[in-house]
């Protein structure tokens, strides 16, 4: 089936898992209504892993939530295995289990507790239960936890936990919405292990939904959603196969890779270009040779064919959805940096203790100024703590951290008025509107007079929040949430930027513009230190730290950590394979040294 085919009109064949008939449904915000879907009409095959692929506001939990009956349709028909979701949805149920983001597991209750409780929900018999109990903490490798308390255990471990009481009763049609947001590459590769034993093993059909595009490819076939519209359906490969010859690994020598990639990124005839590595991965438009490819101020420039994958279809897709692509910024020259020192973090033998729990364990980094700085590690190892030390937001135990020449332990207060801090998740005023957050972050960080005026203007223009400057900050899309956060965290012009998983759910689209003004940013000479889970944003980062249970791992660039990891049957590792490598090496370290 070509890429960008949509599938079979839908009927009610029983043959088929789900069927989608111009389903839409809107909601009202305010005094607007608001279209989640519109028109959507697809099919499924039984016994596959369908991939309901798209960011954050597709649509996809929308239409999770119809397909189990706990929305009612404003048009069109939904089918399960040949019965219509809203004539008999209570037989629909018993038929499906949904597990949604946030999964509803009871924290001051053990692992095993929740398992009883659901299966006290879902009616399983005792006499069933053992055998079934011993499957699924055997399949989840949640065996040996199940006394700890369900609040005790890491972001990957509450997923693996709530997916084992989601199939406490085996279901037909198994709903994940999104069950890898927010975990690290380790816990993700685990759970699609378990979905894989689900579908090969048991014949399960299952949906899941996810903002990760990689994850696409390990689907049986796909469903791309972009702003509550199909804008596309098929085998992944289908979709990668449509990319052959268009993308490219572009480099020139003496000229640094962020301002190759923003050249090359307002290039006429490019798609798409980020930085890989030491390179600039370029995908071409369907009607432009490589040969014609000259960007204004760039020489030598040198492209060399590499593989396509399932992200330059989804964004060609998106690109010819846009009406007009999102102007990219011309190169800008890096800044002089008058400042007493050339590092503009230190860390030195950093410990940070919890009673008898030491969660940062005497690790050591320096990053200079005008660099991106990536703190990578799976879910408990240190980052968040690590993050919050230097932000001068808690005190460590001993060690040395100096940021922008402050020592953060006599001059916490000071250091933070030099520094700009964007949460991982949405944390300004839902209530207040974008001008009254914008109003509030000028003055916290002591602007006043002209000064603010300006400040203030300066992020409606070049965030382009004037549209909705008056608009409640809850009700915004999340691209332009994004906008603001980051907007108000450069308010006072800081020296250094701290992004916390900065682009989790958003758009590619928005991702790639959301790294343009970082790069930016950055060769203006702030310096920015962020963690994120997307290891190819990893790619932008100058140089990255991996942690694991408090300590340091590896450090390097990415290219140094991908060779590092290199094997006779893994030559060209990702980044990702890379940290897989390394949490995996340790982590088989620490369990011989303790048996």
């Known amino acids: 089936m070509p ?19 111009r389903v839409t449904r809107r909601f009202r915000v305010a005094k607007r209504i608001v279209p989640a879907l519109e028109g959507v009409s697809a099919a499924t095959s039984p016994g596959l892993v369908t991939g309901l692929i798209g960011p954050d506001g597709a649509g996809k939990t929308t239409l999770m939530r119809l397909i189990a009956g706990l929305l009612a349709l404003d048009e069109g028909n939904i089918s399960v295995f040949g019965t219509d979701v809203s004539a008999a949805p209570l037989k629909v149920q018993g038929m499906i289990s949904y597990m949604p983001q946030r999964f509803g597991l009871y924290e001051d209750l053990t692992v095993q507790e929740n398992l009883d409780l659901y299966a006290d929900l879902q009616g399983v ?31 990957g471990m509450k997923q693996k936990l709530g997916l084992a009481c989601t199939l406490i009763r085996p279901p ?4 994940l919405d999104e069950p890898t947001v927010g975990v690290d590459p380790i816990s993700r590769r685990e759970l699609w292990q378990i979905v ?13 939904s996810t903002a990760y595009l990689d994850e696409a490819e390990r689907c049986d076939e796909v469903l791309l959603l972009h702003e509550g519209q199909l804008i596309g359906a098929g085998k992944p490969t289908d979709f990668t196969r449509a990319m052959t010859g268009r993308s490219f690994l572009a480099r020139a020598d003496g000229t640094p890779k962020r301002m190759l990639q923003t050249v090359l990124a307002a290039t006429s005839g490019v798609t798409d270009a980020l930085i890989q590595g030491e390179a600039v991965r370029l995908v071409l438009d ?12 760039i020489m030598g420039l040198k492209l060399s064919p590499t593989s396509p994958r399932f992200e330059d279809r989804f964004i060609d897709l998106l690109r010819a959805k846009t009406a007009a692509q999102t102007p990219a910024a011309q190169p800008t020259q890096p800044a002089t940096i008058q400042a007493p020192h050339d590092a503009a973090i230190e860390v030195a033998h950093l410990t940070k203790r919890f009673g008898v729990f030491t969660a940062v364990d005497d690790i050591s980094f320096t990053v200079k100024r005008g660099n991106i700085f990536g703190l990578l590690g799976a879910n408990g190892a240190g980052k968040s703590t690590t993050f919050r030390m230097l932000c001068g937001l808690l005190p460590a135990t001993s060690g040395r951290l100096r940021v922008d020449g402050f020592d953060l332990r006599t001059a916490a207060a000071t250091a933070r008025g030099r520094l700009g801090y964007m949460a991982q998740k949405f944390s300004l005023y839902g209530d207040l509107s974008v001008l009254q957050n914008l109003r509030f972050f000028a003055a916290a960080y002591g602007l006043r007079g002209t000064r603010r005026v300006e400040r203030i203007n ?5 965030f382009e929040l004037n549209d909705y400057a008056n608009a409640t900050s809850r009700d915004l899309p999340l691209g332009f949430k994004q906008r603001m956060a980051l907007a108000c965290a450069l308010m006072h012009e800081p020296d250094v930027l701290f992004l916390d998983e900065p682009t989790s759910g958003v758009d590619p689209l928005a991702r790639r513009e959301f790294w343009r003004r970082i790069n930016a940013l950055a060769d203006q000479g702030v310096t920015v230190l962020v963690t994120t889970h997307f290891m190819d944003e990893a790619e932008y980062c100058d140089r990255l730290v991996i942690m694991a249970q408090g300590r ?8 140094e950590l991908k060779t590092a990891s290199r094997t006779t049957a893994l030559p060209s590792p990702t980044m990702e394979d890379a940290f897989v490598s390394l949490i995996t090496a340790d982590s088989a370290k620490r369990t011989g040294q303790t048996a």
């Open 196 to 208: 894989d034993h689900l579908v090969r093993g048991a014949g399960m059909s299952v949906l899941l």
């Open 552 to 559: 340091i791992l590896a450090t390097g660039t990415s290219e």
């Open 3 to 21: 890429a960008a085919a949509k599938m079979p009109p839908p009927n009610d064949n029983p043959q088929k898992a789900l069927v989608l008939n």
């Open 286 to 297: 369907a009607s432009t040779g490589p040969e014609t490819i000259r960007p204004p101020g």
């Open 458 to 462: 300066w992020a409606l223009n070049e």
């Open 172 to 175: 037909r049609l198994l709903l």
């Open 125 to 155: 018999p005792a006499a069933d239960r053992p055998a079934h109990y011993a499957e699924l903490l055997h399949m989840t490798g949640m065996k040996p936890f199940t006394s700890r308390l369900a609040g005790r255990l890491s972001g």
